[in-house]
């Protein structure tokens, strides 16, 4: 198992590098690159030649990527080109936001998945399971800048029951429970649309996991030694069914960094997702390519803790 | 391929060992795909999702000719923002224009956005995967290498920074954008199929008959990978379209003037509260496409596992 995880993180080295040097030769060869960008039109070529120098722009690409590698490995992910702030520092003060929306919609989503799985196992061929399965279909359906609207129409438009977006209300100052308050308010619409394209997916592979434990073997022992439906589902089958289920959960964590974008922008959640759109809007590339290469690396990370959960899990399972 | 039973006997005991292309072998092979057709009748949702595409398609093509609805970019002020009413069932926007004919308008771009990068992605991903598969070794690490770089970065972000660079609201390069971003999985799953198809007995058949490397891959190989890859197709198209509206939604795919469902939900949003039908019909629309799509496919897959029991 050691020496598998050690082989793992090996091979996930030259992947990473790898994708280093494609986001960067994207960002800088793209037409209206970094370079379209910071020019004022009416510079003459000394002015620019100045610039260039000065940016490091002058070098030849391959160098600019060892530098530009060689900082970002010590954590310095060079200056906006909006606000002139450390990459880092932006980093710094938009990921707490989009990891409590993103963690929270995945904790909210898992619980539903597993209770509708169960159900809609257990419940085989009913209309119960019908209706699960159909609301599932739609909610994989469903873009997400469709569920958020509509959410955000009925519950904060029309029954002024939530805040329509941000993370807070701007401009009150609360005592601290009245401010908890608050910013949990705000977080339900944007982890109910999270969630609910998450629950979607995961319930059907719920059910079709739990369909298969309970065919097996051990499952008709347990019954047959007296243990209740009850305990049987809880204690014996859900223990190896969510097993495939959390290796999922695990890799779509991965995404947290670059996987709530579009929550995000509906809701104008201050996270992320959001500053990726200003870097969009304003061609801020150098936030651009850390945000690419950041969530590309969050990706790998948890692709490979999923793969260890599933052998730490299940111990069946042997790598060598 | 594996000749049935049945056709070996009447073949021996009738026919001699020649094989020639009898009724009964003719009969049989055609039996395939009907047991496959049929097992797909049988699942309804999947049927009215075919049978939905089906009418929209219709809907979206010749909708203008037959209603009379085909001037999506005519401007009508002294018509603005009409509830939906006879001369025009899905109402107007703000300067007047008829909803009805952008929406048919806007189905005719996403689907064909949706069809043609699906297409693309597949001829990539088919292509890189046969080649990863096929060959092994090298050309395997160094082409699934780059498909793990594709596979790693979250889409939605890519998509969004290149669409700033190429798409300036042309619908062939969004397409091609789409289609850059979606070739991964269908590679992923081509090489799987081609690792363990290529070991089969009737691929060193036709390699000892002298069959070249391209001839193997494309004539005998793929077309025994032709389901799951059927299946990711048809899924695929379903993805795209939901691409193409976010991209549109956010002012970074198909742009104004030109009608696409992702954009009309956009500009609906801000009328939300005078004029709902002007994001409606849009998002339903987006909405039931994409079921339907994922409906088909996933009937598709049900009826082509060949694992799956008879009912």
């Known amino acids: ?320 | 391929m594996d000749v049935p039973e049945q056709v070996n006997m009447i073949l021996d005991d009738e026919l001699g060992p020649e094989i020639e292309l009898t009724p009964a072998l003719i009969r049989k092979r055609r039996s395939q795909t009907r047991i496959i057709f049929d097992r797909f009748m049988r699942n309804k949702a999947a049927v009215g999702g075919a049978i939905f595409i089906l009418l929209l398609v219709m809907f979206c093509f010749l909708g203008p000719f037959i209603t009379g609805h085909n001037q999506p970019d005519l401007v009508r002020t002294d018509l603005a923002s009409l509830p939906p009413s006879f001369p025009n069932p899905f109402g107007t926007d703000d300067v007047g224009r008829d909803q009805l004919a952008r929406v048919m308008a806007g189905g005719r771009v996403s689907l064909l956005v949706g069809l043609s990068s699906m297409l693309v992605a597949l001829i990539f991903g088919v292509g890189i995967g046969a080649f990863a598969g096929y060959y092994g070794g090298l050309v395997d690490n160094a082409l699934m290498r780059v498909t793990d770089v594709a596979l790693a970065v979250p889409s939605y972000l890519l998509l969004f920074v290149l669409s700033i660079a190429f798409a300036n609201g042309s619908p062939i390069n969004i397409v091609l954008l789409i289609a850059v971003l979606s070739w991964a999985s269908t590679a992923r799953l081509v090489r799987s199929e081609f690792l363990s198809l290529k070991e089969r007995e009737y691929v060193l058949a036709a390699r000892t008959m002298g069959a070249g490397n391209l001839r193997l891959m494309f004539r005998h190989i793929l077309p025994n990978a032709a389901g799951p890859i059927i299946v990711s197709a048809t899924l695929l198209v379903g993805g795209n379209i939901i691409f193409e509206s976010v991209l549109s939604y956010f002012g970074f795919g198909i742009r104004i003037p030109l009608a696409s469902w992702g954009n009309m939900v956009a500009q609906g949003q801000p009328l939300y509260d005078v004029a709902p039908w002007l994001v409606f019909a849009p998002a339903f629309c987006i909405f039931f496409t994409v079921l339907s799509f994922n409906l088909v496919g996933d009937g598709l897959r049900d009826a082509l596992d060949p694992y799956m029991t008879e009912r």
């Not at chain 1, 590698?69 to 989009?98: C, D, E």
């Not at chain 1, 939530?162 to 609360?174: D, F, K």
């Not at chain 1, 999922?248 to 974008?261: K, L, M, R, S």
């Not at chain 1, 500053?275 to 690396?297: E, G, H, K, Q």
Request: charged share 15%; with cysteine; proline share 5%.
């Open chain 1, 1 to 320: 198992m050691g020496r598998y995880i050690l082989r793992r993180l090996i091979q996930a080295v030259p992947l990473l590098l790898l994708i280093t040097i494609f986001m960067f030769a994207l960002i800088h060869l793209m037409p209206g690159g970094p370079e379209a960008v910071i020019f004022n039109p009416r510079l003459d070529a000394a002015g620019r030649a100045a610039i260039r120098a000065n940016f490091g722009l002058d070098q030849p690409l391959p160098i600019q990527y060892l530098k530009w590698l060689r900082s970002t490995l010590t954590g310095n992910f060079g200056y906006s080109f909006q606000n002139h702030l450390p990459v880092s520092s932006i980093f710094a003060k938009r990921f707490p936001a989009t990891l409590e929306l993103f963690v929270l919609a995945l904790f909210v989503a898992l619980l539903c998945a597993i209770f509708f799985g169960i159900v809609s196992a257990v419940r085989q061929n009913t209309v119960l399971d019908y209706v699960i399965t159909i609301v599932s279909y739609f909610g994989i359906a469903m873009p997400a800048f469709v569920l958020g609207l509509f959410l955000q129409d009925i519950f904060a438009v029309q029954l002024h029951l939530l805040p329509v977006s941000g993370r807070e209300t701007l401009g009150m100052s609360y005592d601290f429970f009245n401010s908890l308050l608050d910013q949990a308010l705000h977080l339900v619409l944007p982890v109910m649309t999270l969630a609910f394209l998450f629950i979607a997916g995961w319930s059907r592979f719920m059910r079709s996991s739990m369909i298969e434990v309970v065919k097996q073997d051990y499952m008709r022992t347990a019954r047959a030694k007296g243990v209740s439906p009850i305990a049987m589902l809880i204690r014996h089958a859900l223990r190896n069914a969510v097993i495939p289920l959390i290796t999922v959960v695990a890799i779509e964590f991965g995404g947290v960094a670059g996987g709530a974008t579009i929550t995000e922008g509906i809701f104008s959640w201050p996270g992320m997702g959001s500053a990726f759109f200003d870097a969009l809007n304003a061609r801020d590339f150098p936030v651009l390519l850390a945000w690419l290469t950041i969530s590309a690396c969050f990706v790998i990370v948890f692709n490979l803790v999923a793969d260890i959960l599933y052998g730490v899990m299940d111990p069946r399972i042997r790598y060598d």
